[in-house]
């Protein structure tokens, strides 16, 4: 199975910025749903942001106006951009993506039943 990785975490002062990127290698991404999930200490993962095949994009509410997901179908990759980054922000930040046996159609996946391939996750620190 393709593994997606993920890069570009670290710590931020608050009010700063971030740009994580997802990569897989020997598969395209850009016919297929990815999403973000985050993993904040003692608390459960939880949707951030997804990117249908068709480009469509979806966010949860704590994170709507801040962050920017998008493809680069050129470099294979998807980025997650963050602005105006809070210290509740802090979190470890998953890329997840669907092999051919769990893509299920064009349209939001937004719960993480839904993905089967997850990257190791890059941490985000943002400091008050």
């Known amino acids: 199975q393709v593994q997606p990785v993920e890069s570009g975490g670290g710590l931020v002062q608050a009010g700063g910025s971030l740009i994580l990127s997802c990569a897989t290698s020997?598969?395209?991404?850009?016919?297929?749903?990815v999403g973000w999930f985050r993993q904040a200490p003692g608390k459960e993962r939880e949707f951030v942001a997804t990117?249908?095949?068709?480009?469509?994009?979806d966010y949860a509410d704590s994170v709507k106006g801040r962050f920017t997901i998008s493809r680069d179908n050129a470099k294979n990759t998807v980025s997650l951009r963050m602005n105006s980054l809070k210290p509740e922000d802090t979190a470890v930040y998953f890329c997840?993506?669907?092999?051919?046996?769990?893509?299920?159609?064009?349209?939001?996946?937004?719960?993480?039943?839904?993905?089967?391939?997850w990257g190791q996750g890059t941490q985000v620190t943002v400091s008050s």
């Open positions: 997840a993506t669907v092999s051919d046996s769990y893509y299920s159609g064009d349209y939001y996946y937004t719960k993480q039943y839904e993905y089967d391939l």
């Open positions: 020997g598969r395209p991404f850009n016919t297929y749903p």
């Open positions: 990117i249908t095949g068709s480009g469509n994009n």
